[in-house]
């Protein structure tokens, strides 16, 4: 299974219209159009699960600097999800008076 991330998407792209454009390439398995937690609106990207390594490789190649709905897509192959940093990572606790840092 190859998770291709697609960016730059407009805001009015639907999941059915992804997955119609992947297909011209090969078997799509999923598309997930991701949306923001609080408003529930699109964030502008997705990321598309194909089964076939050889043509998810064509659907990036063909697709990256594609133009829909007016805009340039970022295609490429998703990279796992790293963690730490930002929100969510453990905080150091002070102790004392002096700096921890």
Known sequence: MVNIFV???SYQTTQDELEAIFAQYGKVERVNIINDRTTGQ????AFV????QTEADNAIQQLNGS?????????NVARPKTTGGGYGAPRRERRGTGSNW
Do not use: A, I, Q, S
């Open 7 to 9: 960016g730059n998407l």
């Open 42 to 45: 699109p964030r502008g990207f």
């Open 49 to 52: 699960e194909m089964t076939d």
């Open 67 to 75: 133009d829909l709905r007016g805009r340039t897509l970022n295609v």
